[in-house]
């Protein structure tokens, strides 16, 4: 076994640890940070339910490693409401009824919230937002109302 | 997962020394192919050595009259390049039909040359615009890089730095993906260059191949047209629960026609 030492930035708070070079990213935020909203859907990257955004960039974290990331900055689904605030798009998701079981919706939310950014300013079409969820997969939905939440939800943080 | 030693260098000259010293060292580009790999204990390295950190890897340029993409350009932003848009954009719509969103934020094309997948779209990128690998210490023709299913011409410890890509006149990308796992059930790239037409699959067989019938009927007249008639044999094929090797053999004439059309339009 071998481990690295890494000290990064998760949700807006220092942490520091000593890892087994082994650990992937989402149980590194899981189990030692103990922020259990980023969840596991597969094993074979392709489920997008424990997406999470480094450096501003969304990423599925079961497909990096956590020793990786000495000196990153890591946003989870719990590093978006203000207090009992929610994020426009957490907000949108809940007005727009962008889930059933919720298993898949912090991953939802993250991608959402990256498609937002990098749409930022141009018109957000059904199109985009379906192509652009490729990488999130819901079994409950069917995903037309995840949709409709994502285009309401960049509209408002362009709003807000 | 089996246990592996982290190492970061900030230099390309710091990675090669590190693989020559390992007994059993590997590049980490994007992980999107390696990591998924060594979780199901597919593939182990001793050291892992993170390419992340070697800034000057991370580039895409125009140098004269080639394209050339470094070892840690990654699909997004091949696919937003205005370089690669204006130069070649073929590539960038292979680049934006890799996977998925968050794939191609981590995912590098180098990293998919390097891992060869026989449903690997970046391939086909390579063979079909006749680009050349760039390693630490040579220069690889795009025909002599592959060898097969998973197997390149890369020695142990050579790093590949980047990818050069002549300026085609005309170039097309068309991909037939399987909804599951965007992987290629079958994709070809179709590239008219000076030096002649030349049209690269992937998906179908263990490795990208090319297909000179088709590139002998394009020279003498570039259009989807000019491949009506030509048969393509379902021999080699892949047979999976995708597709048999006789529906593989047709969608490659489809798609060769749409990556004509693409170029052409
Ligand atoms: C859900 C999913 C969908 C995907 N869909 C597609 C798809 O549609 N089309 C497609 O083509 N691919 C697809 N992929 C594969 C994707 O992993 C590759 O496209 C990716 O670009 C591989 O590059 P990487 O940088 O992630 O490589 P890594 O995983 O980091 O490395 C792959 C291999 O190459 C070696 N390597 C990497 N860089 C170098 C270098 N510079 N020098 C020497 N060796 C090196 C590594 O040691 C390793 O053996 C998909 C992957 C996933 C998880
Ligand atoms: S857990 Fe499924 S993509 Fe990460
Ligand atoms: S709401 Fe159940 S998986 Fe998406």
């Not at chain 2, 030693?5 to 192919?33: F, Q, T, W």
């Not at chain 2, 950190?53 to 932003?77: K, P, Q, T």
């Not at chain 2, 996977?99 to 990128?125: E, H, I, K, W």
């Not at chain 2, 059930?185 to 049209?199: D, E, F, L, W, Y």
Request: proline share 3%; with cysteine; aromatic share 6%.
């Amino acid at each position: 076994m071998a481990n690295a030492k890494i000290s990064l930035t998760i949700n807006g708070r220092a942490v520091s640890a000593e890892v087994d070079t082994r650990t992937l990213l989402v149980h590194f935020i899981r189990e030692h940070v103990k922020l259990t909203g980023t969840h596991v859907g597969c094993d074979t990257t392709q489920c997008g339910a424990c997406t999470v955004h480094v450096n501003g960039t969304r990423i599925k974290s079961c497909t990096m490693f956590a020793c990786q990331l000495e000196g990153a900055q890591v946003t989870t689904i719990e590093g978006l409401a203000k207090g009992k605030q929610l994020h426009p798009m957490q907000e949108a998701f809940r007005e727009h009824h962008g889930l059933q079981c919720g298993y898949c919706t912090p991953g939802m939310v993250m991608s959402a919230i990256g498609i937002a950014e990098r749409y930022k300013g141009k018109a957000l079409t059904e199109d985009i937002v379906r192509h652009e969820l490729e990488g999130n997969l819901c079994r409950c939905t069917g995903y037309h109302n995840i949709v409709r939440a994502v285009i309401a939800g960049a509209k408002a943080m362009s709003a807000g | 997962m089996y246990a592996f030693n982290y190492h970061r260098p900030s230099s390309i000259a710091e990675a090669v020394k590190l693989l020559k010293a390992s007994s059993d060292g590997r590049c980490l580009a994007g992980g999107m192919s390696l990591i998924p790999t060594m979780k199901h204990r597919l593939a182990s390295a001793a050291d892992l050595i993170d390419l992340n950190g070697i800034r000057e890897l991370a580039f895409i340029r125009r140098e004269g009259d080639a394209l050339v993409i470094g070892a840690l350009a990654r699909h997004v932003e091949i696919a937003d390049s205005a370089d690669v848009k204006k130069s070649i954009p073929a590539l960038a719509a292979l680049a934006a039909s890799v996977g998925d969103p968050q794939v191609r934020n981590r995912g590098t094309f180098c990293g998919s040359l390097c891992f060869a997948d026989p449903a690997a779209d970046c391939p086909a990128g390579l063979v079909g615009l006749n680009g050349t690998v760039i390693t630490d210490k040579r220069r690889i023709a795009a025909d002599k890089f592959f060898n097969g299913l998973y197997e390149t011409t890369l020695e142990k410890g050579e790093i590949v730095t980047g990818v050069s890509f002549p300026i085609p006149e005309k170039a097309g990308w068309a991909k037939f993906a399987n909804l599951a796992s965007r992987f290629a059930i079958a994709a070809v790239m179709v590239a008219k260059t000076g030096g002649g037409v030349r049209v690269a699959v992937t998906g179908a067989k263990a490795s990208v191949f090319r297909v000179p019938e088709m590139e002998a009927a394009l020279a003498k007249n570039f259009s989807a047209a000019a491949l009506d008639g030509i048969k393509i044999s379902p021999d080699g094929m892949n047979n999976d629960l995708h597709g048999d090797p006789d529906y593989r053999a047709h969608l490659v004439s489809v798609m060769a026609k749409r990556a004509v059309q693409a170029a052409t339009a």
